[in-house]
């Protein structure tokens, strides 16, 4: 076999030998995928459907499960941000997929929801707001952009609900004020709250309240929220590893009928 036709077999057979090994790796992928997809239960299956709007109230969630869920947490001296963590997966769980789609889903930065049953686009800025940083929180461009965070329809539509549960229950005045200043601060203006001595209602969209104090309870919730949103895949190792599931089970058992 002359030098040349020889080196062109010897390439061709390679790149045969290349591509059957690609293929097998793809195989072996797609069996894997088949494999977890089986073992966990399907979301476009079960769970509730997917409402018109993300952030409207929904009379099928578990409002007063998650208002004792809320009362563990303060009870075992856990972060609020912790439960608004944990919240606001436990939520988006709720729903099966519409499309393939979620509730609430985040994608390279961006946030998608529901509004009038069409999927609308949002930056984590605005959904979420800016982080506080030095002076710029002291800014009117600041103190104006905190009742515009898109995340308050959150507190009206949803957690609104539970605020007014949780405050109910046995238990809450024995809570540190600070808990339960992070948890009113979610569902202002409604929950009525007065911060660190104010003499008017806690409302987001009034700049003159954007107090230091105030927008530092702010931060803490919201970036617990945010953190939930962005690690929906590493939950169930969260829970484990804060040490969570005790107390979703006696939220459970307190909240059954």
């Not at 018109?52 to 809320?70: E, N």
């Not at 929220?225 to 895949?233: I, L």
């Not at 484990?240 to 909240?255: C, D, F, G, Y």
Request: aromatic share 12%; charged share 30%; net charge positive.
């Amino acid at each position: 076999m002359p030098e040349t036709l020889e080196a062109k077999f010897y390439a061709l057979t390679a790149r045969v030998l290349l591509l059957t090994e690609k293929v097998h790796k793809l195989e072996r992928d797609a069996e894997r995928r088949k494999g977890r997809s089986e073992k966990r239960p399907s979301r476009a299956k079960a769970g509730l459907s997917i409402p018109l709007c993300t952030f409207r109230a929904d009379k099928r969630l578990p409002y007063r499960y998650w208002a004792h869920v809320c009362m563990e947490f303060g009870r075992a001296r856990h972060y609020a941000r912790d439960f608004a963590r944990w919240l606001v997966v436990d939520w988006i769980s709720r729903y099966k997929l519409l499309n393939r789609k979620k509730i609430l889903s985040v994608t390279s930065g961006r946030l998608r929801y529901f509004s009038n049953g069409a999927q609308v686009c949002i930056s984590e800025a605005d959904m979420f707001g800016r982080m506080m940083r030095g002076s710029t929180c002291g800014t009117t461009k600041f103190k104006i952009e905190v009742g515009e965070r898109k995340w308050w329809d959150f507190g009206s539509g949803h957690f609104r609900h539970i605020g007014e549960i949780f405050q109910t229950l046995p238990g809450y005045e024995d809570l540190t004020p600070n808990f339960r200043r992070r948890i009113a601060v979610c569902w202002a203006p409604y929950s009525m709250v007065k911060l660190y001595g104010s003499t008017e209602e806690y409302d987001p969209v009034m700049p003159k309240l954007q107090k230091t104090q105030v927008l530092a309870l702010i931060e803490h919730m919201f970036s617990g929220f945010r953190a939930g949103v962005q690690n929906q895949s590493n939950h169930a190792e969260w829970v484990e590893t804060q040490k969570i599931a005790p107390i979703i089970k006696r939220a459970k058992n307190l909240s059954a009928p």
